[in-house]
């Protein structure tokens, strides 16, 4: 059965740096998502993307965060320069045309230091 | 703000059905329920969904009123395996996102 993919599982980055998350949507699916998680909180929607642009963005996603469809397969989150605060658990969801239901990504730990 | 109230915990005898309620007495017309469940720390996993009818999958059924104001989920014969958080989410429109709140943590003892 088709899987979103997410890489990296873990990635460690000192504050201020620039970080790449990457996604791996399911190959027949338009529509793509990005959400987070910090510790122990709720699920936040971060930003959806559809025909190679924002379609919308939550508070959260703010001129830090920018999303990429590069290729035709990949779909990525890019933090400009991390804060502590970064620090999350990041999920990527897709969906094809012809239904709402989204399916995750396993997720990728961003740990900001 | 999540549409949805559900209990925060439940616990559930290894076996047995699981019953998971939910409240949605806001829901429009046009709005799904969905449910997505969460292991640890991993992606949030889709379950079922439906709109006023009950439904049935491999994984679980949903049971919503007909008023629609309120909905459950049923795990036929939980396992430890399913020992998760249940989410219950109103989501409808093409474009939509997910509103997660804190849904209920079920925990399947053996």
């Known amino acids: 059965e088709p899987e979103v993919t997410q890489t990296p599982s873990h990635q460690v980055t000192q504050m201020g740096q620039e970080v790449i998350l990457r996604c791996v949507p399911i190959?027949?699916?338009?529509?793509f998502y990005w959400y987070r998680q910090i510790l122990g909180q709720k699920v936040e929607f971060l930003v959806s993307f559809y025909n190679n642009e924002i379609s919308e963005k939550s508070e959260i996603f703010d001129d830090q965060f920018s999303v990429e469809r590069p290729d035709g397969s990949n779909f990525t989150l890019k933090i400009r320069s991390t804060k502590l605060e970064d620090s999350a658990m990041y999920f990527c969801?897709?969906?094809?045309?012809?239904?709402?239901?989204?399916?995750f990504g396993p997720g990728t730990r961003l740990t900001v230091l | 703000d999540a549409k949805t109230t559900q209990p925060p915990s439940m616990d559930c005898a290894e076996g047995r059905a699981a019953n998971l309620p939910c409240n949605h007495s806001t829901i429009s017309g046009n709005e799904y329920v969905y449910w997505y469940r969460q292991i640890h720390s991993q992606g949030p996993q889709y379950i079922i969904h439906?709109?006023?009818n009950n439904e049935t999958n491999e994984m679980a059924s949903l049971i919503i009123t007909e008023d629609r104001k309120s909905s459950t989920l049923i795990l036929p014969h939980a396992t430890l395996r399913d020992t998760a958080v249940y989410y219950c989410?109103?989501?409808?429109?093409?474009?939509?996102?997910?509103?997660f709140g804190k849904g209920t943590k079920l925990s399947v003892k053996p």
């Open positions: 190959s027949n699916h338009l529509y």
């Open positions: 439906g709109l006023k």
């Open positions: 989410i109103v989501y409808g429109g093409s474009q939509g996102n997910l509103i």
């Open positions: 969801a897709s969906r094809p045309l012809y239904t709402d239901t989204q399916y």
